[in-house]
């Protein structure tokens, strides 16, 4: 399963990053916002940093709603760097815009994917990955899991290359439970990444061992 980060905070990318077990980075204009990132130059200059930071892919979305515009933004960001992945919505025109990019061998990701039926289109498109948003399914009292389970489902039958990516990701459990259904990819918050690290056995454990390793040292 890949790790992504779901973040523009470029110290928590770094921190991720120095764990080394990051495989990318997904952002989108809300993240970028909440860290004061605002203006076109401002937003393109912060999607170099973050590709300087880390080796793997990096999803930067396009803010255009038709095609011409998502075209156009699209290609701006792929132009900086390979890592780029571009970030289109589940519209008509997010279809057309990555039909468009997969033919040209560009990376996409298909956002704001909330039904089964969403993430077949972005498969049929050649998207390379889907989002499907888990936590926001659960907020609203439906089972973001179970939507997880029927895009495997989906996709297995037909041999799908679009890779399934876990994205509002809450919690460590979230992650865990994607990994048993089989998603590709989880995107989270570096609070979800690190809690996959606690137990409390392992802090009595070292505890333990501590005391024992100093008592034949006394
Ligand atoms: O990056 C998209 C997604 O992960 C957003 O998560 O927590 O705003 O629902 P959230």
Excluded: W
């Amino acid at each position: 399963m890949k790790f992504f980060i779901d973040t523009a905070n470029l110290a928590q990318i770094k921190e991720a990053q120095e764990l080394g077990i990051l495989d990318g980075v997904t952002t989108n204009p809300s993240l970028m916002a909440k860290e004061g990132i605002t203006g076109k130059n401002n937003i393109l200059k912060h999607y170099v940093d973050i590709c300087n930071l880390v080796e793997g892919d990096v999803s930067a979305e396009v803010n255009a709603l038709d095609l011409e515009g998502m075209i156009r933004e699209g290609e701006e960001l792929a132009d900086l760097s390979d890592q780029i992945v571009i970030k289109l919505p589940m519209t008509i025109d997010g279809i057309k815009a990555c039909k468009y990019f997969s033919d040209r061998e560009l990376k996409t990701n298909m956002t704001l994917v909330f039904s089964a039926g969403q993430a077949l289109l972005a498969a049929k498109a050649g998207a390379t990955y889907v989002s499907p948003f888990i936590g926001r399914l659960d907020d609203i009292s439906s089972d973001g899991l179970v939507l997880i389970e029927e895009i495997r489902d989906i996709y297995d039958n037909y041999g799908y290359e679009t890779e399934i990516l876990a994205a509002s990701i809450r919690h460590t459990m979230h992650i865990v439970n994607c990994a048993k259904i089989g998603a590709d990819v989880m995107t989270g918050p570096l609070s979800a990444i690190l809690g996959l690290v606690k137990h409390p056995l392992t802090d009595l454990g070292i505890a333990q061992f501590v005391a024992d390793y100093e008592k034949g040292n006394i």
